[in-house]
Antibody
């Protein structure tokens, strides 16, 4: 059974750096084709893709946020970490991680439950 | 960047109705399109990928079609449990994965 679970702080202050961890099971990020992405959803709004890392450690970022995002993986721990610098109240959202299995040109077949991050002083 | 535009943004239908949601890409994306269902307060779930391939476990009343710039999601006979927001997503480029703005479906 494939599962993903997001973890991180529920509240961060403006200008701080957010670090989120996606811990997964049921697959290996060293297997060819496997990818993990981060997607967020502000309250009441649409989904917004943020970043993707693939089995070969290639990384892809949303262009408008590229300077603030860093994605990395720890294959032995089955974890993917996303950091977002210089957090702002507009970054308040539920953050999801999700899996793709056929490389970076594939849909997301399994999602984590999401973690709500609020940015406020 | 390629934009994804869904229509309508919301709709109300009756149980048993045939419902169609459209998604238009501002440039051609071949069949690199997925549809997701997000029930209120829940996690998005993959319904269809490659424009028309039904994800395992998804009821057969859901279907997808299209290629290039115009895509549709059809529910052949609407059920109460289909109340949700539906999103299209393009994934033809890993540098610009994009979701549509969503279509809220009510009964």
């Amino acid at each position: 059974q494939v599962t993903l679970r997001e973890s991180g702080p529920a509240l961060v202050k403006p200008k701080q750096t957010l670090t989120l961890t996606c811990t997964f099971s049921g697959f290996s990020l060293s297997t060819t084709g496997m990818c993990v992405s981060w997607i967020r959803q502000p309250p009441g709004k649409a989904l917004e893709w943020l970043a993707l890392i693939d089995w070969d450690d290639d990384k892809y970022y949303r262009s408008s946020l590229k300077t603030r995002l860093t994605i990395s993986k720890n294959t032995s721990k089955n974890q993917v970490v996303l950091t977002i610098t210089n957090m702002d109240p507009v970054d308040t959202a539920t953050y999801y991680c999700a899996r793709a299995t056929d490389g970076p040109y594939d849909a997301f077949d399994v999602w984590g439950q999401g973690t709500l991050v609020t940015v406020s002083s | 960047d390629i934009q994804m535009t869904q229509s309508p943004s919301s709709l109300s239908a009756s149980v048993g109705d045939r419902v169609t949601i459209t998604c238009r890409a501002s440039q051609g994306i071949s069949n690199y399109l997925a549809w997701y269902q997000q029930k209120p307060g829940k996690v998005p779930e993959l319904l269809i990928y490659a424009a028309s391939t039904l994800q395992s476990g998804v009821p057969s009343r859901f279907s997808g079609s299209g290629s290039g710039t115009d895509f549709t999601l059809t529910i052949s006979s609407l059920q109460p449990e289909d109340v949700a927001t539906y999103y299209c997503q393009k994934y033809n480029s890993a540098l610009s994965i994009t979701f549509g703005q969503g279509t809220r479906l009510e009964i």
